[in-house]
């Protein structure tokens, strides 16, 4: 049996697979312009993948918050803007999009991914070619309604408030999810584990977004995000696991 793979992280050893023992997150989904999706995809590197078309010109953006109270990385908060893409491996189709999305198996690229800690900031960049740049958070995912925000320099890039779901059963055993990268026009698939969960609320719509004045925020105007939130979910608990990133 082959020993696991090692990285040296600001002379720190990280053994693969990273773990993560204990998160929450906070995420909204948005329809959004496919064709404004597939210029960011192609402008970042990343032209081999394509946008999950739910119809006809939308695709589908994931907005996601997640404070990782327990994991290899260290505890710290972080946003996500996750361009839903589709399975290079499989045809395209509406239905397909759809089931991907319900089941919550569907391919994304990790696009944004501000984060408020220096340590996850170089592991993130370093062994998997995640786009990680500190910002500052202010979150609250302990009340009824779910609040986040991340700022730059003191300039928004988005706030988001998500209204109470209703209790979702949690999925028996771990799911296997592929998540890409691109960093310096380098393309790469990372595949995670999505274990335990609970404490999970879903629901249509329910989500208030506010983008600031930071180019991110610019960047999301761009995309045409639909007013409503497609759905919106909160999960008091995860773990997962992240696998050695493949160059692609």
């Not at 908060?77 to 319900?102: H, K, Q, W």
């Not at 984060?115 to 993130?124: H, I, M, N, S």
């Not at 960093?183 to 208030?208: K, T, Y």
Request: glycine residues 12%.
């Amino acid at each position: 049996m082959p020993s696991p793979s090692t990285h040296s992280v600001l002379g720190t050893t990280v053994t693969m697979p990273v773990e993560i023992r204990d998160a929450r997150c906070v995420a909204a989904g948005f329809t959004a312009d496919a064709d404004a999706m597939a210029s960011i995809i192609n402008t970042s590197g990343a032209d081999g993948l394509r946008p999950l078309r739910l119809r006809p010109g939308r695709g589908v953006v994931m907005l996601v918050f997640v404070d990782y109270v327990d994991g290899d990385l260290g505890p710290y908060n972080e946003f996500g803007v996750c361009l839903l893409v589709e399975d290079p491996a499989t045809p395209a189709s509406p239905l397909r999009a759809l089931g991907s999305i319900a089941r919550g198996d569907a391919h994304a690229l990790i696009h944004r991914l501000p984060v408020d800690g220096e340590f996850t900031r170089e592991a993130g960049r370093g062994i998997w070619g995640f786009p990680k740049f500190l910002a500052d958070f202010d979150v609250d995912h302990d009340g009824s309604r779910k609040r986040a925000s991340v700022a730059e320099d003191g300039r928004l890039i988005a706030s988001l408030e998500t209204a109470p779901g209703i209790p979702v059963p949690a999925a028996s055993g771990a799911t296997d999810l592929t998540a890409y990268s691109c960093l310096d026009g380098q393309l790469r698939s990372i595949p995670w584990r999505l274990g335990s969960l609970r404490g999970v609320r879903a629901r249509v719509g329910g989500a208030g977004l506010i983008l600031g004045g930071h180019p991110i925020a610019d960047e999301l105007r761009g995309l045409r995000l639909s007013r409503h939130a497609l759905m919106t979910m909160s999960v008091d608990h995860l773990a997962m696991t992240f696998g050695d990133a493949t160059d692609l």
